[in-house]
């Protein structure tokens, strides 16, 4: 059973432009999510984290955004650049807990 | 430079052959995890280790075995019992306890013929 899904497989975005990504969550234990990025062939890299004590948080041209009540969280990429095109994986985790629960993923193509 | 290195990067097997793939990490982390990556879905957790001479199964450990016979090495071995063994595997490791993120070695490629 997914507990982590993102349902856009794919999004194309044009040079300068914000990237949506989303995320849902189906287990309310969920208090920590992280952001991963991956090139193909690559391992994920760690991009961004938020945890439940909090709505919104940013680091440089990333921000996530977490709503609880939704249980949503989105990442905003502004402005995008060829460089950010990679699959992000949505991950969650419950504090203590060693396992993270990660999405599909959803390849971003960022266009010239 | 810390990191967490697998090797090799592309392995190729006959069907009914045993494989190790090899995990190594030099960032002072208690715990690993193995990971299994097909196209167009996430990342599954195989088995994963919080402490030395211990490991748990994840999500998909059938066919699949672990050992943790060091602090540094989490080697996995993909036994003939694995029945869709061709998949790119990745290897992650983390600090223990409250809210951590894993940091993932460069993967293998195993492709069995």
């Known amino acids: 059973d997914q507990q982590v899904k993102q349902n856009s497989p794919s999004l194309s975005v044009q040079e300068g432009r914000i990237s949506i990504l989303n995320c849902d969550y189906t287990?309310?234990?969920?208090?920590?999510f992280l952001w991963y990025k991956k090139y193909p062939a690559e391992g994920p890299t760690f991009l961004i984290s938020?945890?439940?004590?909090?709505d919104k948080n940013e680091d440089g041209r990333f921000t996530v955004f977490l709503n609880k009540s939704a249980k949503h969280l989105s990442l905003h990429i502004v402005p995008s650049q060829p460089g950010d095109s990679a699959v992000y994986f949505c991950?969650?985790?419950?504090?203590?807990?060693?396992?993270?629960?990660f999405g599909a993923g959803t390849t971003v193509t960022v266009r010239a | 430079d810390g990191g967490i290195t697998q090797s090799p990067k592309y392995l190729f097997r006959k069907e009914g052959q045993n494989v190790t793939l090899s995990c190594e990490q030099n960032?002072?982390?208690?715990?690993m995890y193995w990971y299994r990556q097909d196209p167009g879905q996430g990342l599954r957790l195989i088995y994963y280790?919080?402490?030395?001479?211990?490991?748990q199964k994840g999500d998909i450990a059938e066919g699949y075995s672990v050992s943790r016979e060091k602090k540094e090495s989490f080697p996995l071995t993909v036994t003939s019992a694995q029945k869709n063994p061709t998949a790119f595997y990745l290897c992650?490791?983390?600090?223990?306890?409250?809210?951590?993120?894993?940091?993932f070695g460069p993967g293998t490629r195993l492709t069995v013929l």
């Open positions: 938020i945890s439940s004590i909090k």
């Open positions: 991950a969650a985790s419950v504090f203590g807990d060693y396992k993270l629960s």
């Open positions: 280790s919080q402490i030395v001479n211990d490991f």
């Open positions: 992650a490791s983390s600090m223990t306890g409250g809210w951590n993120e894993q940091f």
């Open positions: 960032l002072n982390h208690d715990a």
């Open positions: 287990n309310s234990m969920f208090d920590y």
